[in-house]
């Protein structure tokens, strides 16, 4: 929803515009641009985590499969978490508590999202036989890429932005109307006059290219050490909260504070500090590709030669996908990237 700026114009550089609606109609069917970012970025996730879960040795389909208990649980998480921390919005006075299910105008909390999603993944990970840390491991670089870009989401909604600016990449904001009462509608109506009432730091921005850069860390280190035991994860974590702190003090929409401080630059502080104790205490090497198999689904021509190959597969895999080969974890092998007494052993 769209934070209260100051409305005073301010000269325009070589501004960003915002796009002057985020939602499109076939007949009565809403097209709304932020779910089209978010259902985008979940199947980027699922799509590139099966790749990487298949390069370590696990089997094709696995991800799908856990993400059908993962992502509805994330999803519920993250609204869960968006309503407990900004309930004056749907409990406060004049206000509708039924809009606690209006998810397409957004409100998504990421903590609620990786904590509920994780209970989802560790059902499913349990119904299919394969380790939890493991499984994050895979997926976590994909994880953070469907953020990424579902902040473009926030970009056709006109929110999560900062305080005004004169930065030739500031943000232009438009006031959007409903075309046909004229009365305000910031994330259903569309723009007629495109004179920005404000030109703000485009903060949403900021953390969809800090994203990246996490993006490209998390494949760096995990094919430079061979990461494993959920610490790919937890580097995710680490990286990610450490970005939004920074980027959570600039934004100027309402949000719940402790003492003059947003509530979610306290929470990615206290999740920081446990994804990096989390990479200091746990250690050992990546796990057996053989571990990762699970149990069998009826379409698995599962024998003993299958479960035999299942190194050689992961390296064949890990190929196409630029991924440390999923070698036996006790021979050393020439030119190997792992370092002796490199160790290896999750998000928020």
């Known amino acids: 929803m769209t934070a209260p700026v100051s409305t005073s114009a301010t000269a325009v550089l070589a501004n960003i515009p915002s796009p002057d609606r985020g939602v499109w109609f076939l007949g009565p069917i809403p097209i709304r641009a932020y779910a089209l970012c978010i259902i985008a970025g979940i199947v980027v996730a699922i799509l590139w985590g ?20 993962a992502v509805p649980f994330g999803l519920v998480g993250g609204r869960l978490y968006h309503v407990a921390t900004d309930w ?23 903590w609620g999202a990786v904590a509920l999603g994780a209970v989802g993944a560790w059902i499913g990970c349990r119904r299919y036989g394969v380790p939890l ?48 009462t004229g009365a305000l509608a910031p994330v259903t109506g569309v723009a007629v006059d495109h004179t920005p009432i404000a030109v703000v730091h485009p903060t949403f921005l900021y953390e969809l290219l800090w994203n990246l850069l996490v993006v490209v860390l998390l494949v760096w280190a995990d ?13 995710y974590v680490a990286g990610y909260t450490a970005g939004r702190v920074w980027i959570e003090m600039l934004r100027t929409d309402p949000a719940t ?5 947003r509530i979610n630059v306290y929470t990615s502080i206290v999740i920081f500090a446990l994804a990096v104790l989390y990479l200091v205490l746990v250690r050992g090497k990546r796990e057996d590709p053989t571990a990762l198999r699970g149990k069998p689904r009826p379409e698995d021509d599962d024998d003993a030669s299958v479960d035999g190959k299942a190194g050689t597969d992961a390296a064949t895999h890990s190929g196409a996908e630029g991924e440390p080969e999923a070698h036996d974890e006790g021979r050393e092998h020439p030119g190997s990237n ?10 928020s």
């Open 223 to 235: 094919r430079r050490f061979r990461m494993g035991h959920g610490r790919v994860f937890a580097l």
């Open 88 to 110: 004056y919005r749907y409990f406060g006075p004049g206000e509708n508590p039924l809009d606690i299910f209006k998810v397409w105008e957004g409100g998504l909390g990421i």
């Open 257 to 261: 504070e402790i003492l003059g401080v």
């Open 50 to 69: 099966d790749r990487r879960w298949v390069a370590r040795g696990g089997r094709k389909g696995t991800v799908t499969d856990i993400a059908v208990f």
């Open 338 to 347: 792992s370092e002796p007494g490199s160790e290896s052993r999750e998000k």
């Open 133 to 180: 840390p493991a499984f994050a491991d895979a997926v976590a670089p994909g994880i953070i890429l469907a953020q990424a870009i579902g902040r473009l989401g926030n970009w056709f909604n006109q929110e999560l932005y900062g305080g005004p600016t004169t930065l030739p990449w500031g943000l232009e904001i438009y006031e959007r109307v409903n075309p046909e």
